[in-house]
Nanobody
Framework: QVQVVESGGGLVQAGGSLRLSCAAT????????MGWYHQQPGKQRKLVAA???????NYADSVKGRFTISRDNAKRTSYLQMNSLNAEDTAVYYC???????????????WGQGTQVTVSS
């Protein structure tokens, strides 16, 4: 089994910063992609940022220049540094990992339980 655990959410004032962490453990041979998504009430879950195993990154237009995704492959952990937060960033943030298991070439997606980020204006 694979477990994905997020941490670092909370309440912050507009203009402030937060750093989210996502750790993956379990039956993992490699983590191909680590991504952060957010979901606002009544809306679909959307990609915020993603990073591949070789360090290539992809960001939603709304967070470019404000958020930075990184990963520590040895720790199987990704981080989302969020700066200049505004009320529109308020959402539940979910970590997604795309992994291959030991003794397999098949890719699987796993999600964390989500962490709430609330930005007060």
């Amino acid at each position: 089994q694979v477990q994905v655990v997020e941490s670092g959410g909370g309440l912050v004032q507009a203009g402030g910063s937060l750093r989210l962490s996502c750790a993956a453990t379990g039956n993992i041979r490699s983590i191909n992609v680590m991504g952060w998504y957010h979901q606002q009430p009544g809306k679909q879950r959307k990609l915020v940022a993603a990073i591949t195993s070789d360090g290539s990154t992809n960001y939603a237009d709304s967070v470019k220049g404000r958020f930075t995704i990184s990963r520590d492959n040895a720790k199987r952990t990704s981080y989302l540094q969020m700066n200049s937060l505004n009320a529109e960033d308020t959402a539940v943030y979910y970590c997604n990992v795309r992994i291959t298991r030991l003794w397999s070439d098949v890719e699987y997606d796993y999600w964390g339980q989500g962490t709430q980020v609330t930005v007060s204006s």
